[in-house]
DNA sequence: TAAGGTTACGGCGATCGTAACGATC
DNA sequence: GATCGTTACGATCGCCGTAACCTTA
């Protein structure tokens, strides 16, 4: 057993075990590959996959058990070079980020460039997914780090860390009878809505709110962004359901915003990473600039 | 970065940072393993060990960071092992019970024996410690499983399961005057008493019980095992307090016996292992059966 | 017949062993 | 001077690459 065995094995995951592609991956010839996986089945005196002919289809019951070490082990390797790297030189470094579009757009700008100005040598990544794909992503090592408000909170391999809590709000274009008149659960569903889809920005927040009323929303569209919803309140489809703080009084001023506090419970934007994962020091430095915006933005 | 420097690593701390004892344990010669250590240093670019001289005196920061991911990755790497045994031959194999004396005299003797019918593959070696040390050696792997009443729930990287309760019993001479009358926590304090040292078979249990009322026992002999006790007993020394599955009427037929459940809360005997460690398949049915024994004690 | 996998063999490099050389107690 | 670690160099063994072959969609 070596490393670059177990290397093969994880990538042969990634390449839905395809040895060919996994030879390629690892930056040596097909028959090499074939070979170390041979070799490492007898090592083990069993198979680890499930063959048809030649072709690997699937793994077998102990190759299941042996992946999940597997990612064990290369996790171990993965943190063991971090922390490395961060003795030799803390400014050097790439940082992923994956999150939604509105902590990208709304939130992380401000943290994100008072970072880059305290680590100019560190290169940030932002990759925009849905919180599903979040998480997929710090599974995968794809990304490093997560923000959001959805379903973090589910997943035990994950450490989730409070970041801040905000409000929804509800938007209509100036002139808009909602902008005017008591504000209550009940006069909302008489409105075509706008709000976000399935599992983004506190949309299942949105729906508890007034299915515990016994109430049901027209939602009439669904976005992943507040831009798209913005954009069809412009047009007086209905009136949207956003996050207070995707509201800019100066490029909106044209739309009219009144808090749902009363009616839709907080919100909480938390960071996410894996249990497992060492994060560099910057990393954890960045978390801190995050901390700091949140921070900032409640005073 | 490979796995036979993960391992000399490993061997490093077993052999307290002891180069040559590291290569013997190897198999390959000194000059060896000082290279391999170097090639590993350089490639993470800074040292891993405090050297004074040319010897290894400690870990820098860095090392010991590095060592946990280590201890990771040598776990992981024997759960394949383990688990690829399983699937040649989970007949075959060795295990390691740590237990304290109690348990391996009183206890373990039924369940092992029915195990030994059903598995005569496997060999079992019993080693007999102290909790503190039983824990330890879940941790250097030096034992798979332990089995004992105090200490194991407090560590969170052991698995711990319940097996089974029982109490504590008072024993004397025939004839002595504890025989009959009342039985109250208060006339135990006025007799010497014999039982358990610290940290044995649910001496902290006894402390708690009797603190609780603001009595205080008066010990003249701690044992680390009953027949210590029970020696002195005879001697009339004073009342010994034990586990009172570690009576027995026959041998012990000179002596008298009387529970106590009603003064000293009941003692939990657990099964521990650790939570990364990957248990084959004889193992776990080693579990199960001193769960059925356990069973079969209480009907 | 193209794509994916295996087998055979030669070459190269990583790692070992021998051995001679510090250094520290 | 005994123990522990480093350095130099030749030898070996493991792993890769080439290339021919096999199998299935």
Redesign the interface.
């Known amino acids: 057993?070596?490393?670059?065995q177990i290397e093969l094995l994880r990538i042969l995951q990634e390449t839905q075990l395809n040895l060919s592609k996994a030879a390629e991956k690892m930056h040596i010839v097909q028959s090499a590959v074939s070979r170390q996986l041979q070799l490492f089945e007898e090592e083990?005196?069993?198979p680890l996959f499930e063959r048809k002919g030649k072709k690997l289809i699937g793994l077998t019951p102990?190759g299941k058990?042996?992946m999940a070490?597997?990612a064990?082990?290369n996790?171990?390797?993965l943190?063991?070079?971090s922390?490395?790297?961060?003795?030799?030189d803390s400014n050097k470094g790439i940082l992923h980020v994956a999150t939604t579009h509105t902590q990208a757009k709304y939130f992380l700008p401000t943290p994100i460039q008072r970072f880059r100005e305290k680590y100019p040598g560190i290169r940030i990544y932002i990759v925009q997914a849905s919180p599903e794909q979040l998480i997929d992503q710090l599974h995968s090592h794809t990304a490093d780090i997560a923000i959001c408000t959805e379903k973090v909170d589910d997943d035990n391999k994950l450490i989730t860390r409070h970041c801040y809590e905000w409000h929804h709000a509800v938007i209509m274009p100036r002139g808009h009878p909602l902008c005017t008149g008591e504000l209550t659960p009940e006069r909302l569903t008489t409105f075509p809505i706008l709000t976000y889809s399935h599992g983004f920005t506190g949309r299942s927040t949105i729906e508890h709110a007034f299915q515990q009323r016994g109430l049901q929303l027209d939602i009439i569209l669904a976005a992943a962004d507040t831009d798209v919803i913005k954009t069809y309140v412009h047009f007086d489809m209905g009136v949207g359901i956003i996050a207070r703080m995707a509201y800019d009084s100066q490029a909106d001023a044209d739309l009219g915003i009144r808090d749902l506090s009363h009616i839709i419970p907080k919100s909480i934007t938390k960071i996410a990473y894996l249990k497992q994962h060492?994060l560099p020091l910057y990393s954890q430095h960045f978390i801190e600039e995050l901390l700091i915006a949140a921070k900032d933005m409640k005073a």
């Not at 057993?1 to 670059?4: P, V």
């Open positions: 057993m070596n490393l670059n083990l005196g069993s102990l058990n042996v070490e597997i064990t082990i996790q171990a390797k943190n063991i070079q922390m490395a790297s961060d003795y030799l060492y």
